[in-house]
């Protein structure tokens, strides 16, 4: 295990921001985790692709940048599959294995950056499926005590973007392993968003396979989403909120054209991407950062930016969304 002083954060973050640390660490295996906790090292902060952090300035903590590898197939019958994967494989490479298998179940969330690990933090979600739909389990360890504990399903809490990760054991446990259920027959393909079945129709794909719905998704994510290699993002920046039928009611009557999704007779979601549109910020700019100009929820450094003039601007959107439609928007992206 090797403390590199001297790295700076900038290639570790989407955003592509400058920051140092108190040294980064990579973890290639557990065992390097535990040398990390005996030599009393603190304070800790776990790193996967950085794709889901905004920094606002040097960190006062070690950083350690998960890089467990490895899929192993742990059960199988003739309809499913039980596979376990390092937390720091990428994301969308595991989807890749997934679908070279024949396997269903990720292919919605194809192209999501960042790491397996990081995936049941925020219960990643994209085109109206989680990843909690096929998540089984996950193997962590408590970062204070080194005790390894299992995780399943209903324990980890997960919601619209959330789980008990973002919120009562937030920064407590290393995730090591996640394991996911995922299909070979009997499964139901989520089209759902319109997008995907546009996208099929003109395809002229009437009978799609998994592997015709992940290249519809990764064909609308490449022509609206900004690549982080060209300009610094860390998606969605803000959470789609939930609001009451009561304001909605209000709502609609002053803006005909707010799109909308019922979640139960009391409440709907509305996108905050057309919220920060409606509000004028769509493709502002404030010198090297701002809001994207093909999609609004994305706040973006086009290079040189630095983080708290990024927060700066997210609390701006939060209060003109505020102001204009009384509801408020909060950030999806974790703040260090
Ligand atoms: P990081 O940014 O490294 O970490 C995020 C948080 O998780 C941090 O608080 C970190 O401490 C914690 N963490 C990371 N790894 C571990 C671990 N092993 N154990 C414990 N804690 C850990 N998200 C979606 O949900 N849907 C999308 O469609 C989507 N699209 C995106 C598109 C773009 C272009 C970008 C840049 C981002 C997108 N995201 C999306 C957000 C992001 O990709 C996901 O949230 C992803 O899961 C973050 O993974 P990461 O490894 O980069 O996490
Ligand atoms: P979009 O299709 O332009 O739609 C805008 C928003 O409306 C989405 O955020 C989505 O909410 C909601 N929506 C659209 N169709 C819906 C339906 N049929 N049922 C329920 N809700 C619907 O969105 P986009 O920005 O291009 O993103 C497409 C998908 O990828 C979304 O699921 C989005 O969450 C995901 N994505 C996430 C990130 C991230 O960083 N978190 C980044 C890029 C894309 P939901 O977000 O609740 O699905």
Redesign the pocket.
């Known amino acids: 295990m090797q403390i590199i002083q001297t790295e700076n954060l900038k290639p570790y973050n989407t955003f592509g921001l400058e920051a140092t640390s108190k040294g980064l660490i990579h973890i290639l295996r557990e065992n390097d985790l535990f040398e990390v906790l005996l030599q009393g090292l603190s304070p800790l902060k776990i790193l996967g692709g950085g794709?889901?952090i905004l920094i606002t300035k040097n960190i006062d903590a070690y950083i350690l940048r998960n890089e467990i590898k490895g899929i192993e197939v742990i059960e199988e019958d003739e309809n499913e599959l039980l596979v376990q994967c390092g937390a720091g494989e990428q994301w969308h490479q595991f989807v890749m294995w997934s679908l070279s298998n024949g396997l269903a179940g990720l292919e919605?969330l194809s192209l999501?950056p960042g790491s397996v690990g990081a995936a049941p933090m925020?219960n990643?979600?994209?085109?109206?499926v989680e990843q909690k739909s096929a998540f089984h389990s996950l193997k962590a360890i408590h970062l204070e005590t080194g005790v390894r504990r299992i995780f399943y399903n209903e324990e980890c809490r997960f919601g619209?973007?959330e789980s008990i990760f973002k919120n009562e054991v937030k920064d407590q446990y290393f995730i090591t392993h996640v394991n996911y259920i995922l299909k070979k027959k009997n499964f139901t393909l989520q089209l759902?968003?319109?997008?995907i079945t546009d996208i099929l129709s003109q395809k002229g794909i009437l009978h799609p396979t998994v592997n015709d719905v992940s290249e519809a998704?990764m064909d609308?994510?490449r022509s609206?989403?900004p690549d982080p290699k060209l300009i610094g993002n860390?998606?969605?920046?803000f959470?789609?909120p939930v609001i009451t039928m009561s304001l909605y009611n209000v709502l609609i009557a002053k803006y005909p054209d707010m799109?909308s999704?019922p979640i139960d007779a009391e409440s709907i979601?509305i996108?905050?991407?057309?919220l920060i549109e409606k509000s004028g910020m769509k493709g502002y700019t404030n010198g090297q950062i701002g809001v994207h100009k093909l999609?609004a929820?994305?706040l973006v450094n086009y290079g040189g930016g630095n983080g708290s003039d990024i927060y700066q601007l997210a609390l701006d959107l939060q209060q003109k969304v505020k102001e204009m439609f009384d509801i408020s928007i909060t950030p999806?992206?974790n703040l260090w």
């Open positions: 794709s889901n919605n999501i925020q990643i979600g994209a085109y109206g619209y973007r759902s968003y319109g997008a998704v609308i994510r609206k989403l860390a998606g969605s920046f959470k789609n799109p999704y979601k996108p905050a991407g057309w999609q929820l994305v999806e992206v």
